[in-house]
């Protein structure tokens, strides 16, 4: 047990040596650790925002609405399927209400004929047709647990890009609840234009103006009142347009503010060889007409198409500021949100909070060291040394995979630190109180030594790994702070075993070799 190869002490030594380089940049100042070459290690651990204070915000989807707007949609799909396929089928109450898309076919000897259609139509939904013609179709518990969590899962990897543009730096954005968003802004006084940025769901779509519906004042049912942002002096506060819309806001690939040629800002935008394709078709198609640009059910600008745009790309103008047409092209980047969100819960967190809390983790630790240190020293003189010196090497790596991981360290996560640092000399004085006892039945120092690792490791092993299981579902199940504390604790055990069973048996060996004491120092 204390032989130890050349390449055990080279991977040792080696790891010990990587602690030390990735935990340094924790004590370089940022602008001198910017200066330092590229492949210097540069990622440190972040504050958390009970820690360097920050914002707290709760936000709630509007699954409803979601939901909704696909039953509507499934709608729209049904009547075309049954109106403009070779054969149609007459129907009555087209309609959703309630969770449940209804219709009656007129004749109810078609149902066998319109079923295909009703089913490519409602996929995913539990479709009934009575014998009366009555036609039902409606979501299943399953479906709508699926939906809704594919929502959530969308939501936050939108508000993620949306807020990585604002170069906010180690947000928290998880999943509260079965509808609920926590995003946490640390280092963020003022959240006013990231929640703006956050809440606007910024959905784009294209629609062509109906031009007949404008003189006639009666929109179709295939068609929308849509308000109009920001209306000039002489124009209409208001237009009607096609529900369907020519072109939706995921193709677009790229969105700059810019300037037109009198120096008004605009937003220059550009879409995939897809969304490219579709535009230069319906610009050609309709030379002469307008198209209204649609931005979260306001219209933003209703140009006339003067030629077919087949470049794929084009500009937005509006009443634009710089900063407006900056954050709109930002939020076109990072893309639509799939549902509106709801800011429920706010709080602020001052810094001098966060310095406080610093204060007190720094104590705690400070205190816990010195006590261990001494404790080890009283009780097991160079060998508590030797632990001591592992117990520092052990929060050198504890901090080295912190800064690799990119880790945030929250408040609870400071506790995980403490509690590690306590639990790090479990190790050795399991091992140490078994070469006491070893050293009672006359075995020499060596001989003793060697027991004392060999039989306690197998004790060591099973704490540890009773340690990480609790570990691993603290992260799984918490949230938040819950998880900070299961990553401090779960890195402190593993690095706690690697000092406690190897560098101090390390340490122990060299010294038996040199000294060769006849008897231990215990």
Request: glycine share 10%; proline share 4%; hydrophobic share 45%.
């Given at each position: 047990?204390?032989?130890?190869?050349?390449?055990?002490?080279?991977?040792?030594?080696?790891?010990?040596?990587?602690?030390?380089?990735?935990?340094?940049?924790?004590?370089?100042?940022?602008?001198?650790?910017?200066?330092?070459?590229?492949?210097?290690?540069?990622?440190?651990?972040?504050?958390?925002?009970?820690?360097?204070?920050?914002?707290?915000?709760?936000?709630?989807?509007?699954?409803?609405?979601?939901?909704?707007?696909?039953?509507?949609?499934?709608?729209?799909?049904?009547?075309?399927?049954?109106?403009?396929?070779?054969?149609?089928?007459?129907?009555?109450?087209?309609?959703?209400?309630?969770?449940?898309?209804?219709?009656?076919?007129?004749?109810?000897?078609?149902?066998?004929?319109?079923?295909?259609?009703?089913?490519?139509?409602?996929?995913?939904?539990?479709?009934?047709?009575?014998?009366?013609?009555?036609?039902?179709?409606?979501?299943?518990?399953?479906?709508?647990?699926?939906?809704?969590?594919?929502?959530?899962?969308?939501?936050?990897?939108?508000?993620?890009?949306?807020?990585?543009?604002?170069?906010?730096?180690?947000?928290?954005?998880?999943?509260?609840?079965?509808?609920?968003?926590?995003?946490?802004?640390?280092?963020?006084?003022?959240?006013?234009?990231?929640?703006?940025?956050?809440?606007?769901?910024?959905?784009?779509?294209?629609?062509?103006?109906?031009?007949?519906?404008?003189?006639?004042?009666?929109?179709?049912?295939?068609?929308?009142?849509?308000?109009?942002?920001?209306?000039?002096?002489?124009?209409?506060?208001?237009?009607?347009?096609?529900?369907?819309?020519?072109?939706?806001?995921?193709?677009?690939?790229?969105?700059?503010?810019?300037?037109?040629?009198?120096?008004?800002?605009?937003?220059?935008?550009?879409?995939?060889s897809i969304g490219a394709?579709?535009?230069?078709?319906?610009?050609?198609?309709?030379?002469?007409?307008?198209?209204?640009?649609?931005?979260?059910?306001?219209?933003?600008?209703?140009?006339?198409?003067?030629?077919?745009?087949?470049?794929?790309?084009?500009i937005i103008s509006g009443?634009?500021?710089?900063?407006?047409?900056?954050?709109?092209?930002?939020?076109?980047?990072?893309?639509?949100?799939?549902?509106?969100?709801?800011?429920?819960?706010?709080?602020?967190?001052?810094?001098?909070?966060?310095?406080?809390?610093?204060?007190?983790?720094?104590?705690?630790?400070?205190?816990?060291?010195v006590l261990i240190v001494?404790?080890?020293?009283?009780?097991?003189?160079?060998?508590?040394?030797?632990?001591?010196?592992?117990?520092?090497?052990?929060?050198?790596?504890?901090?080295?995979?912190?800064?690799?991981?990119?880790?945030?360290?929250?408040?609870?996560?400071?506790?995980?630190?403490?509690?590690?640092?306590?639990?790090?000399?479990?190790?050795?004085?399991?091992?140490?109180?078994?070469?006491?006892?070893?050293?009672?039945?006359?075995?020499?120092?060596?001989?003793?030594?060697?027991?004392?690792?060999?039989?306690?490791?197998?004790?060591?092993?099973?704490?540890?790994?009773?340690?990480?299981?609790?570990?691993?579902?603290?992260?799984?199940?918490?949230?938040?702070?819950?998880?900070?504390?299961?990553?401090?604790?779960?890195?402190?055990?593993?690095?706690?075993?690697?000092?406690?069973?190897?560098?101090?048996?390390?340490?122990?060996?060299?010294?038996?070799?040199?000294?060769?004491?006849?008897?231990?120092?215990?």
């Amino acid at each position: 047990m204390l032989q130890f190869s050349k390449f055990k002490v080279t991977i040792i030594l080696g790891i010990i040596l990587l602690g030390i380089i990735f935990s340094a940049p924790n004590l370089v100042p940022r602008d001198k650790l910017d200066s330092l070459p590229g492949w210097v290690p540069k990622t440190v651990i972040s504050l958390g925002l009970d820690l360097q204070g920050g914002s707290h915000l709760l936000y709630e989807v509007d699954t409803s609405k979601f939901l909704n707007e696909r039953l509507d949609s499934v709608v729209n799909d049904i009547r075309d399927k049954l109106t403009k396929g070779t054969t149609k089928f007459g129907y009555l109450n087209l309609g959703a209400a309630n969770g449940v898309v209804s219709l009656t076919l007129r004749d109810p000897g078609q149902a066998e004929a319109a079923r295909p259609l009703l089913q490519q139509a409602t996929t995913d939904m539990d479709l009934q047709i009575g014998s009366d013609g009555k036609v039902t179709a409606q979501y299943t518990e399953e479906t709508l647990r699926r939906l809704k969590a594919q929502l959530i899962e969308q939501s936050i990897e939108v508000i993620r890009k949306r807020i990585d543009q604002t170069g906010t730096k180690e947000p928290t954005i998880i999943r509260q609840g079965e509808d609920r968003i926590v995003v946490q802004l640390p280092g963020v006084k003022d959240p006013e234009h990231i929640k703006s940025i956050i809440g606007t769901t910024a959905k784009m779509t294209f629609h062509m103006v109906d031009e007949a519906a404008e003189v006639s004042g009666q929109p179709s049912p295939t068609d929308m009142v849509v308000k109009v942002r920001n209306p000039k002096s002489d124009g209409a506060a208001q237009l009607i347009v096609q529900k369907v819309p020519l072109l939706q806001g995921q193709n677009l690939t790229d969105a700059q503010q810019s300037f037109e040629g009198g120096g008004q800002p605009v937003v220059a935008f550009k879409f995939d060889s897809i969304g490219a394709k579709k535009f230069g078709q319906a610009t050609a198609q309709n030379v002469g007409k307008r198209f209204a640009i649609v931005l979260d059910n306001e219209i933003i600008t209703a140009p006339v198409i003067k030629d077919a745009i087949l470049g794929g790309s084009g500009i937005i103008s509006g009443s634009f500021t710089v900063q407006s047409a900056s954050d709109l092209a930002l939020l076109l980047r990072a893309g639509a949100l799939p549902a509106d969100l709801t800011v429920i819960e706010e709080r602020t967190v001052g810094a001098d909070l966060g310095a406080d809390s610093i204060e007190a983790g720094k104590k705690a630790c400070l205190i816990a060291i010195v006590l261990i240190v001494v404790a080890m020293f009283a009780l097991y003189g160079l060998f508590g040394l030797f632990a001591n010196i592992a117990l520092v090497l052990n929060a050198i790596l504890i901090l080295a995979g912190l800064s690799a991981l990119g880790a945030t360290l929250t408040f609870p996560g400071i506790a995980g630190l403490v509690l590690t640092l306590g639990m790090a000399v479990d190790a050795n004085v399991l091992i140490l109180e078994r070469v006491r006892e070893e050293m009672r039945h006359g075995r020499s120092p060596v001989t003793a030594m060697e027991a004392g690792y060999r039989e306690a490791q197998a004790t060591i092993i099973d704490a540890n790994v009773t340690h990480i299981i609790a570990t691993l579902f603290l992260f799984e199940f918490g949230s938040g702070p819950i998880k900070g504390f299961a990553i401090t604790l779960l890195i402190g055990v593993v690095t706690s075993f690697f000092t406690s069973v190897y560098v101090t048996r390390l340490m122990t060996s060299v010294w038996l070799r040199r000294s060769r004491p006849k008897l231990l120092p215990l």
